[in-house]
């Protein structure tokens, strides 16, 4: 079976100093993976994705993360945290095996607070 | 910048009531998911539309829950009769075709936050 694991439930980091959220996967095929933000009471914003090329992917907000295969590890990170980086986090992703593709699977989300 | 659209916000409804939640997707994309999200946890699959057509329902409970995008563009999704286990957080979501480039991301509405009581 396909899945998505955030080891941590929360992180804890001051501002200024860097962040990572952790993200691992077990997808069939090449993996699509993307991570998202999401705001209280709100939708899942998209940041980034990692679909081929490239180990370390560029997003919004100054995110990037790094796709690391041998470790199946998808782990978002930013040089300096800032208060408003504090959110709800979800790492996503699927397989893209032989033209077929699953369905997205997400990670139960780690909860990023920035503390001043 | 476009957003999916949806309606109510939020939704307060006793059980064995029925409740219907409406999305209306960025505009040109053909693709529309609805998703269910328990509080503490992940958004789970409810069921995927290609245009009007469903593409993958397999999780969502067909005794109770129906989904609908007759022509294509916005979709509704009713839930009759509601049950206390329902209470959550329904998303709906779009996403453009793959380009040539590869995979698209898909975009979140706010979201319809049930309470059933």
Same mark, same amino acid.
């Given at each position: ?116 | ?29 053909? *693709? &529309? ?5 328990? /509080? !503490?946890?992940?958004?789970?699959? #409810? ?28 979709? *509704? &999704? ?5 049950? /206390? !286990?329902?209470?959550?957080?329904? #998303? ?26």
């Amino acid at each position: 079976a396909q899945s998505v694991a955030q080891p941590e439930d929360q992180v804890n980091v001051a501002e200024g100093n860097p962040l990572t959220v952790k993200c691992t996967y077990s997808v069939s095929g090449n993996p699509y993976l993307f991570w998202y933000v999401q705001y209280p009471n709100r939708g899942l914003q998209f940041l980034l994705k990692y679909i081929t090329g490239d180990n370390l992917v560029k997003g919004s907000y100054g995110f990037e993360a790094e796709f690391n295969k041998s470790q199946t590890s998808f782990h978002l990170k930013k040089p300096s945290a800032l208060v408003s980086d504090s959110a709800l986090y979800f790492c996503a992703g699927r397989g893209n095996y032989g033209g077929s593709q699953g369905n997205l699977i997400f990670g139960k989300g780690t909860k990023l607070s920035v503390k001043p | 910048e476009a957003e999916v659209a949806q309606s109510p916000r939020y939704k307060i409804t006793e059980k064995s009531q029925a409740v219907a939640f409406w999305c209306d997707p960025i505009s040109g994309h053909a *693709t &529309l998911y609805w998703y269910r999200q328990i /509080l !503490g946890q992940g958004p789970e699959l #409810l069921v995927q539309f290609q245009d009007e057509s469903v593409v993958d329902d397999s999780q969502l409970p067909k005794d109770r829950f129906s989904a609908e995008r007759l022509k294509g563009v916005d979709s *509704t &999704l009713k839930i009759q009769p509601a049950e /206390l !286990g329902d209470s959550a957080m329904y #998303l709906c979501a779009s996403r453009p075709t793959p380009s040539g480039t590869g995979e698209r991301p898909q975009y979140f509405g706010p979201g319809t936050r049930l309470l059933v009581l």
